[in-house]
């Protein structure tokens, strides 16, 4: 893709990644939309950013919200509802349809570095640290939602130009350096570092239907 100026949809812009996201895209001359919960957990003020109010878990008016837009990314987690249900799954089978009627091809979605690739094993360091602090964090929930997206994305959804980024991180320090996609190299990166890698990735076409890792090069 050409350098322009573009519209994301944000879902997950209150979250630890996604605030970095939203900043980095606004630095960068775009406009920004995002469907918050908590509108006033956003501190940001620019007339680029638009913020509507709405939970993913019942917003109905999707064609509203993707009115103009270019790109679409989700960087969502609700671990405690996760435990139980496949609360992003369901969310993604209603907005790829909607992606559909409006045009729009382009798709981030951000899982986990634990979260399994489409019929695909983890490698064993992976799988034992998933079944003992991936557990113990109760996180298992999530990952199973994150796979729940990835088996729709992969059987349901091969006309949309969806991505998935299987994101290690750990803190909100600062910038380790600059991320590059992998399907075997892994790094615990920062959220900031993450957010500068789905603002890349997102306009590599190279990374079309990639559900990859994410490390530091050197
Ligand atoms: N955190 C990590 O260490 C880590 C590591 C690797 C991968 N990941 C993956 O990255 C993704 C995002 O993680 P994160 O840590 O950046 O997110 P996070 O800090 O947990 O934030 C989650 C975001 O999702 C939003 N959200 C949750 N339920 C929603 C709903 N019903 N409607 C609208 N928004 C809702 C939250 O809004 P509120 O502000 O309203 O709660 C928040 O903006 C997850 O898929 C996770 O598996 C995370």
Redesign the pocket.
């Known amino acids: 893709m050409t350098s322009s100026k573009y519209t994301y949809l944000v879902?997950?812009?209150?979250?630890?990644?996604?605030r970095h996201f939203v900043s980095i895209a606004l630095n960068e001359g775009h406009k920004v939309t995002a469907?918050?919960?908590?509108p006033e957990?956003v501190d940001t003020k620019n007339s680029d950013l638009k913020l509507i109010k709405?939970?993913?878990?019942d917003y109905q008016d999707f064609d509203k919200l993707l009115s103009g837009v270019d790109f679409v990314i989700c960087?969502?987690?609700?671990?405690e509802l996760q435990k139980t249900e496949n609360?992003?799954a369901i969310f993604v089978e209603k907005l790829i349809p909607a992606m559909r009627r409006n045009g729009i091809r382009r798709l981030l979605y951000?899982?986990?570095?634990f979260?399994r690739p489409y019929k695909k094993s983890l490698p064993l360091m992976f799988w034992l640290l998933k079944q003992t602090l991936v557990r113990f964090a109760g996180?298992i929930g999530?990952?199973r939602d994150?796979e729940a997206v990835v088996k729709y994305l992969v059987e349901e959804a091969a006309d949309i130009e969806w991505m998935v980024h299987r994101?290690?991180?750990?803190g909100d320090g600062n910038s380790k350096g600059t991320l590059r996609r992998s399907k075997t190299k892994f790094s615990i990166a920062t959220?900031a570092d993450c957010a500068r890698y789905n603002y890349e990735l997102l306009k590599d076409d190279s990374a079309i239907h990639s559900c990859d890792l994410s490390y530091y090069v050197k």
């Open positions: 879902f997950g812009a209150t979250g630890r990644t996604g469907l918050v919960r908590n957990k709405g939970s993913v878990l960087m969502l987690g609700d671990a609360v992003n951000q899982a986990g570095g979260t996180l999530q990952h994150n994101a290690g991180i750990a959220f």
